[in-house]
DNA sequence: TTGAAAGCGCTAACAA
DNA sequence: TTGTTAGCGCTTTCAA
């Protein structure tokens, strides 16, 4: 064996690890031999293979995929990069990339841009000396800089969540102008007219605004207009539409109906509207975005329109897997989601 | 330039990419000074760090981690596991671990063990492969054979969140059987004394069950016990915290208490007592766990516990961050975070 | 079925 | 300040 270590904080943080040299040399046979009994195996005698395999057991071998992947020019990486983890949306997609991958060799490498574009192309660029085989990232509004980073990387481009634009490569999302504007068609035949709309963070959550610019589009379309709005430059929360409500209510402007950026922020209305006695949805409907499970479960039923979240990370996951085969007709780059309005 | 690639779909997936020696030929300096020219570089003159600059960007060149880790003998990787990405709580851990991280040259990386032990190990030894400089996982209740492999890993270890057993190396979180038993205390101080629990997914989620434990145990000193509980295994939500309430509701226990495995249960709990027209906090109060923020907002108050856990996180990445320059003195190796009970 | 040689792209160590 | 040599641990290629 080596020589012991220094007796660091708990465990042996010194111990050089075996290589595949060593497993072989304990095994009796080449390098090759030995790489070749690890990896599934194509020609290789079963007393060689039982032989590799124990002495990689005794050894406690674990391969070295640095060495593996800078040899075999690839490697089993799927770059991962969402805006947020500070609400459940993204969490929900990347269980869905992390899903749509398992069964497959690749291995996702999640990374947080906190919705700030230089920090995104700070990101992505660190994934990219990784050498992924394929990179996917959420929207379509990237800098210029890092849309050619992207682009000159070469390997396929996966842009989540958002429709409207022009993707580098493969696109699977909703269209967020669509499904503000749907939102407006379902709650104008619900017979609602005079609208607010209470979000947060629009500078940074461009899905949102887009969202809302639909919403406003299809209401101009029926003559109408916002009634009022409330703005925070807040990342959005229960406890921020809460706020908000709070004191759009306080202005009266004889509102029936309020659109907000997001299921939280309109959960967070909802109580806002319950504390105040507010008949819901009898004097105002609030309206979210996302569907979240939660909204099912609330004491008062709210409107929201639902984006299969999960879906779409297992669709983008696959995508990904299809391109690095290879197998991507050049036609399917698009894959949409509708929205679905639930009242 | 290279010859064109063969137009696959959208950006040109076949060009090589440029290495270090061709932006060392372009500059015309030699591989080292450009190496050295583009990391921080100390020894080299201004006019080849420039001219190795420019070159780099003319040529778009993106180093490659890969041969570079596998030069250096070690990575700026940290390994991440946590057990599931389906609720806010480990989202949260995740944002933590990611903020504490930056401004280091470490890089998280993340997986997900859905619970299971043998996933788990999996992952463990997925990540292990790629060489980390630490890693961070959750909870201390790894099978042996993956403590093994984290023990043998040479690297420092951190296990988050739980406190309750002994870890391979470093341990940054709260004890939850204290958790548990310090609600029981806090809500017999209130003078609740008919209890009941709502959980799910005991076997899986051990931190759960050790807060029930430790609840239970509080409850016998004052020779307690609980009346009725209501356990499914499914995962934990707010619907099914509101299913599994109102059968409980249904069944007339008499109850002034229910604890609940977490606040998503309990916030379900708290939609079916206002639908059933119970009094909140009067006939029955609910208690979750992990003090979510949108406790806060809700229209009733329901007991609860903050863990702090993006504080966990920055925790865990600073103990790793200093664990891996060396800077560990071997006696501070337990980080324990008090849960705050609000009631 | 096995092995030897070459090399993936980079950095460490040394020499100039 | 710069360059040369060797080598990280593995796979690819080719030969046996």
């Given at each position: 064996m080596t020589t012991a270590g220094e007796?660091?904080?708990?465990?042996?943080?010194?111990m050089a690890k075996p290589t595949l040299e060593e497993v072989a040399a304990r095994a009796g046979v080449s390098k090759m031999t030995a790489s070749r009994a690890l990896r599934?195996?194509?020609?290789?005698?079963p007393e060689s293979l039982a032989r590799v395999r124990s002495a990689a057991a005794e050894l406690g071998y674990v391969r070295n995929q640095l060495a593996l992947s800078l040899s075999a020019q690839r490697t089993n990486l799927v770059g991962v990069v969402v805006p947020?983890?500070?609400?459940?949306v993204f969490p929900e997609v990347v269980s869905g990339i992390s899903a749509g991958l398992e069964g497959s060799p690749m291995q996702a490498v999640f990374g947080i841009s906190d919705y700030d574009p230089a920090r995104e192309h700070a990101v992505i660029a660190n994934m990219l000396s990784w050498q992924p085989s394929a990179m996917i990232v959420t929207g379509?509004?990237?800098t210029a800089e890092t849309r050619a980073l992207l682009a000159g990387a070469g390997i396929p481009v996966v842009q989540l969540m958002d429709l409207d634009g022009e993707p580098v490569d493969f696109n699977v999302g909703l269209s967020h102008g669509d499904a503000g504007a749907a939102m407006a068609r379902a709650l104008l035949g619900a017979g609602r007219r005079r609208f607010a709309y209470v979000g947060s963070a629009l500078d940074k959550d461009i899905r949102a605004a887009k969202r809302k610019a639909g919403f406003e589009r299809m209401l101009a379309e029926s003559g109408i207009s916002l009634v009022a709005e409330a703005i925070a430059p807040d990342f959005s929360s229960i406890s921020l539409g809460k706020t908000l409500t709070t004191s759009l209510i306080d202005a009266r402007h004889g509102l029936d109906c309020i659109y907000y950026s997001n299921d939280d922020m309109a959960a967070g209305g909802l109580f806002a509207l319950m504390e105040k006695g507010i008949d819901v949805p009898g004097s105002i409907l609030p309206a979210g975005f996302?569907?979240?499970?939660?909204v099912a479960a609330l004491p008062v039923h709210i409107a929201t329109s639902r984006s299969p979240r999960r879906q779409i990370g297992r669709t983008a996951a696959d995508v990904a897997l299809k391109a690095i085969a290879g197998e991507t007709s050049g036609t399917d780059r698009i894959y949409r989601f509708e929205p679905e309005v639930l009242l």
């Open positions: 007796g660091m904080t708990g465990s042996d943080h010194a599934g195996a194509a020609d290789v005698s947020s983890m500070s609400n459940i379509l509004d990237q996302n569907g979240l499970d939660f």
